[in-house]
């Protein structure tokens, strides 16, 4: 299996038209993949996840099958800048606005732009952020990756709309992977929604995301995991924050039967201002976990994060978050919030917030809570006419709004308001 894996990397690179140095490092990537032993419950990171269900031994490249089935896109197209789709591991630009063109923005395949702009993807694709040796999943999805997406928003431009990434899955394993930069001074709103239909789910789903927001850049990027029911997924989304630079990263989780996230953004220039949201809408035997990292690296940053969960029936989701200030980032600023609402007896969530400090003038602090819907805030609604399902759809509407209104775009915020909705109703009809 080993020796014909190899093959299979070698054939997917070159029936991509990659250059000779993706094609070393998908390589690479598998020899580290091979070497890397598979995550164990001794692993902290994952004492609570159960990885039992993956089959390591048999990793390989999607094979090319029918295209999914054509799903309604999350927006209208003229709402976005630029629109991408990628269907299996065929991509597509559908639009590009007239103010994206001018702007010089690039939206393209990955594949294709590591020939194009091959230096901006030599120099960053799983290199800082998300290389091989982070772990097996990262050097998996560089060995397998397909398609992809690169975004590079160039200095000075300003987009009005987002640009939208829709990544469609079939039944076989998919290995989405995403690179953004933007210029400095420039500004730009990414949302990236992977999904599947429930007849056409993926078994495994192994995501990789990397941001690059350049000095003055404004970043914005929402992620929506919406795949069906029966898929499990892994993400890694890590950014790095240029001095004076602002990101907001936004992490919606309603599909799958099991997913996991990691997180992390690292602030490296003074002035550095992140946030980092995170919702979740989890029913029947769902299971999340959520691992975040805030890394301060720099004096004179800030780190604001914010993970709301809603868990009904059986599901469990996870939160574990670090604030992390290196000893040289002082006036480092910090805060980190985990909310969990309980629709009925029977979920779980566990919720460990961390932190590990090593400057002395610094302002770091966290938070958690838990608990079940207080049943006089029923009794209320209700007394004012309002059915149970009426009534509990607008809690959850409440519990979620404060994540959404940290989403800046208010097209995105529009879209994954409806998401969560369409989700809730579903059930709530059920």
């Known amino acids: 299996?080993?020796?014909?894996?190899?093959?299979?990397?070698?054939?997917?690179?070159?029936?991509?038209?990659?250059?000779?140095?993706?094609?070393?490092?998908?390589?690479?990537?598998?020899?580290?993949?091979?070497?890397?032993?598979?995550?164990?419950?001794s692993d902290e990171e994952w004492r609570r996840t159960d990885t039992s269900w993956v089959d390591w031994d048999g990793a390989a490249p999607a094979a090319n099958g029918a295209d999914p089935a054509r799903l309604a896109l999350p927006m209208e197209v003229s709402s976005a800048s630029v629109l991408l789709r990628q269907r299996g591991s065929m991509v597509e630009v559908l639009y590009t606005s007239p103010e994206a063109r001018d702007a010089g923005v690039t939206v393209v395949s990955l594949a294709a732009a590591a020939d194009s702009d091959g230096d901006t993807v030599a120099d960053r694709l799983g290199t800082d952020l998300?290389?091989?040796?982070?772990?097996?999943?990262?050097?998996?999805?560089?060995?397998?990756?397909?398609g992809g997406a690169f975004v590079r928003v160039p200095e000075g431009a300003k987009l009005t709309a987002p640009i939208v990434i829709v990544i469609d899955a079939a039944d076989q394993p998919i290995f989405p992977r995403t690179l953004v930069s933007t210029g400095a001074g420039s500004s730009a709103d990414v949302l990236?929604?992977?999904?599947?239909?429930?007849?056409?789910?993926?078994?495994?789903?192994?995501?990789?995301?990397?941001?690059?927001?350049?000095?003055?850049?404004?970043?914005?990027?929402?992620?929506?995991?919406?795949?069906?029911?029966?898929?499990?997924?892994?993400?890694?989304?890590y950014a790095s924050v240029a001095r004076d630079a602002e990101l907001a990263t936004t992490n919606v989780t309603l599909g799958g039967r099991f997913h996991k996230g990691a997180i992390a953004a690292t602030l490296t220039g003074p002035g550095a201002n992140v946030r980092l949201n995170g919702m979740a809408y989890l029913d029947g035997e769902q299971f999340a976990d959520h691992h975040t990292l805030q890394d301060h690296r720099t004096t004179d940053a800030a780190s604001d994060l914010l993970y709301v969960n809603v868990?009904?029936?059986?599901?469990?989701?996870?939160?574990?978050?670090?604030?992390?200030?290196?000893?040289?980032?002082?006036?480092?600023n910090a805060y980190q919030q985990n909310r969990n609402l309980m629709l009925k007896r029977g979920p779980r969530a566990d919720s460990i917030p961390r932190l590990e400090i090593m400057a002395d003038d610094v302002r770091c602090t966290h938070g958690s809570t838990t608990s079940t819907i207080d049943p006089m805030h029923?009794?209320?609604?209700?007394?004012?006419?309002?059915?149970?399902?009426?009534?509990?759809?607008?809690?959850?509407?409440?519990?979620f709004e404060p994540v959404l209104d940290?989403?800046?775009?208010?097209?995105?915020?529009?879209?994954?308001?409806?998401?969560?909705?369409a989700k809730l109703h579903g059930t709530a009809a059920a």
């Not at 993706?22 to 598998?30: G, I, K, S, T, V």
């Not at 208010?410 to 909705?421: C, H, K």
Request: glycine content about 10%.
């Open 311 to 332: 868990l009904d029936g059986s599901a469990r989701s996870v939160y574990a978050g670090t604030i992390m200030v290196q000893p040289h980032a002082q006036r480092s």
């Open 192 to 237: 990236e929604w992977w999904r599947s239909s429930q007849a056409a789910t993926p078994g495994l789903a192994n995501g990789c995301v990397e941001l690059f927001v350049g000095a003055g850049s404004k970043l914005s990027y929402t992620h929506v995991q919406a795949w069906g029911g029966h898929a499990g997924s892994f993400l890694t989304q």
């Open 378 to 399: 029923l009794y209320y609604l209700g007394s004012r006419g309002l059915g149970l399902d009426q009534a509990r759809s607008l809690i959850v509407d409440g519990t």
């Open 130 to 146: 998300a290389p091989p040796s982070a772990g097996k999943l990262q050097a998996m999805n560089a060995a397998l990756w397909s």
């Open 1 to 41: 299996m080993t020796s014909t894996t190899r093959d299979l990397i070698t054939d997917l690179s070159t029936s991509h038209g990659e250059p000779g140095w993706l094609r070393e490092r998908r390589a690479a990537a598998w020899h580290v993949y091979e070497t890397t032993p598979a995550p164990t419950w």
């Open 406 to 421: 940290r989403i800046p775009d208010a097209t995105v915020r529009s879209a994954v308001r409806t998401a969560v909705r």
